[in-house]
């Protein structure tokens, strides 16, 4: 007689959560620090966008945090641990919140979140995204949503217009070099500091180009001998007190606090980020990408941040999204 078999017991148990890496650190300290985690997947709620995450802008800004600097400069108050990093980002929308319209699932999008674009997918307000151009990759667009803002209120804050004189100290770094993009295309004369070896790269931006030492206080004296109208310190590491007798106190500001000007209001908004596409889709603006690194090697995208000023934005890549050869460059 055949065994009977007994019947399997029901798996009444629910399907996994879906889960998303992100980086964090547990506390304040070197690159290493850094690690990634998973966390449950985000839900977009009213007026939100959820984003699967492509590219994600590595800042200094991300650096003064990990380390603490950020915390001592603001009398020591303490971040929450575990704490996430990333404030610009480029990805594609998967979840539309209650009220958004403006959005549809599958849109190529780009915008800024507070602390959380090293990740899989975020969620955001739909008023902190924009669509993404065609012409513009997803480098680019992760790179400049935070530093591309950031030069443009630098630029107003300072009145720069047609016919003006603009001198841009670390003109060829990745802040810098937007803020030149944007000075040329408003019609004002600029002026920028480099080494040597980036002054072809600055003509190219349309800049007169000097060097980034003492020796180019001088040039810049002969290149404007009645000073500049605008001065705009886009480093903020250098020393930079050489340079304010070239413009009027109130016509000068710097990354640095320690010079005592007036503090940079870089205020955030999706009419800001819109006007910075338009100004890629009429002008070409970018902001050239250096190196990229797949989002599970944060630290060592820090390490290259922490190097020193160069030439263009390290970016973090989400690995699913970046194409091979893009992981060859990074590697």
């Known amino acids: 007689m055949a065994s009977q078999r007994s019947p399997m017991p029901a798996n009444d148990s629910p399907p996994p959560s879906p889960r998303v890496k992100a980086v964090v650190f547990d506390r304040y300290g070197a690159a290493e620090v850094l690690r990634a985690i998973d966390l449950p997947m985000p839900q977009a709620g ?8 492509r ?3 590595v800042r200094p800004s991300d650096i003064a945090l990990r380390s603490g600097l950020s915390a001592r400069a603001h009398g020591g108050a303490r971040a929450r641990f575990p704490h996430r990093l990333g404030n610009e980002f480029a990805g594609v929308v998967d979840q539309i919140g ?29 008023t ?11 480098a680019v667009a992760g790179a400049l949503p935070s530093t591309g803002q950031t030069a443009h209120a630098a630029l107003r804050q300072l009145g720069v217009g047609a016919g003006q004189t603009v001198l841009i100290h670390g003109a060829a770094g990745a802040l810098g070099c937007v803020a030149v993009q944007l000075a040329v295309a408003w019609g004002a004369r600029v002026i920028g500091t480099a080494a040597a070896a980036d002054h072809d790269y600055l003509r190219s931006l349309g800049a007169q180009p000097v060097n980034d030492d003492n020796a180019g206080v001088e040039q810049v004296r002969a290149l404007a001998p009645h000073g500049v109208d605008a001065l705009f310190d886009a480093c903020g590491q250098d020393d930079f007190a050489p340079w304010l007798a070239l413009a009027a106190p109130q016509r000068a500001l710097s990354l640095s606090p320690r010079y005592g000007l007036a503090e940079l209001r870089s205020a955030r908004s999706r009419e800001r980020l819109a006007e910075l596409v338009a100004m890629h889709e009429r002008h070409g603006l970018l902001v050239p990408v250096r ?7 944060a630290a060592e995208a820090h390490r290259a941040v922490e190097r020193g000023p160069a030439r263009g934005k390290v970016v973090l890549m989400v690995y699913e999204a970046m194409p091979l050869a893009l992981l060859r460059l990074s590697a």
């Open 46 to 53: 009213p007026g939100e966008i959820r984003v699967r995450v």
């Open 55 to 57: 590219a994600a802008g």
């Open 98 to 126: 209650a009220g958004v319209a403006d959005f549809a699932v599958g849109d190529e999008v780009m915008g800024w979140a507070a602390a959380m674009s090293y990740a899989e997918a975020l969620t955001v307000p739909a």
């Open 128 to 138: 902190q995204a924009v669509h993404k151009p065609h012409t513009m990759t997803w």
């Open 291 to 297: 190196e990229m690194f797949p989002l599970t090697r």
